[in-house]
C-alpha cells in the first residue's frame, strides 16, 4: 500500500524559511511523479510543484518560481520542498502527492494524482 507522510510545516515570520518533507513507502520512487498541492481556507487547491523522479525534470507554480525548491533521494524515496523568503500569501496546508505516471508531472497541468499524504500546516505571519 502506497504511504506518504508529510512533515515539517509550522509558523514562520514573512520572508522565512521551511523545509518540507514527504516520506513515501509501499512503492519505489523511481518512474513517479510526486508534486507538492496547497489548499488555503476558502481557496480551492492548487498545485505549487512537482519533480518526475525518473529524471528529476521539475516544474513551478508561477508564483513560487524562485523562492521554492523541490528535490528528491530515490535512495531513500523521499521528496523535499524548500521554501525561502515566504509570503503571507503562502499560508495553507501543504499535500505531498504522488502518481506512477510520471508525464502527471507537466508545466502548466495539475491532474488528480492518485495517492495523497494527510498534509501539514504551513503559516506565514508576523
Known amino acids: 500500500q502506497v504511504k506518504l507522510v508529510e512533515s515539517g510545516g509550522g509558523l514562520v515570520q514573512p520572508g522565512g524559511s521551511l523545509r518540507l518533507s514527504c516520506a513515501t513507502s509501499?512503492?519505489?520512487?523511481?518512474?513517479?511523479?510526486i508534486a507538492w498541492f496547497r489548499q488555503a481556507p476558502g481557496k480551492k487547491r492548487e498545485g505549487v510543484s512537482c519533480?518526475?523522479?525518473?529524471?528529476?525534470?521539475?516544474y513551478y507554480k508561477d508564483s513560487v518560481k524562485g523562492r521554492f525548491t523541490i528535490s528528491r533521494d530515490n535512495a531513500k524515496n523521499t521528496v523535499t520542498l524548500q521554501m525561502n523568503s515566504l509570503k503571507p500569501e503562502d499560508t495553507a496546508v501543504y499535500y505531498c502527492?504522488?502518481?506512477?505516471?510520471?508525464?502527471?508531472?507537466?508545466?502548466?497541468?495539475?491532474?488528480?494524482?492518485?495517492?495523497w499524504g494527510q498534509g501539514t500546516q504551513v503559516t506565514v505571519s508576523s
Open positions: 519533480i518526475r523522479s525518473n529524471d528529476g525534470t521539475t
Open positions: 502527492a504522488a502518481d506512477p505516471s510520471f508525464y502527471y508531472c507537466s508545466p502548466h497541468e495539475w491532474p488528480e494524482y492518485d495517492y
Open positions: 509501499g512503492y519505489h520512487l523511481e518512474g513517479y511523479a
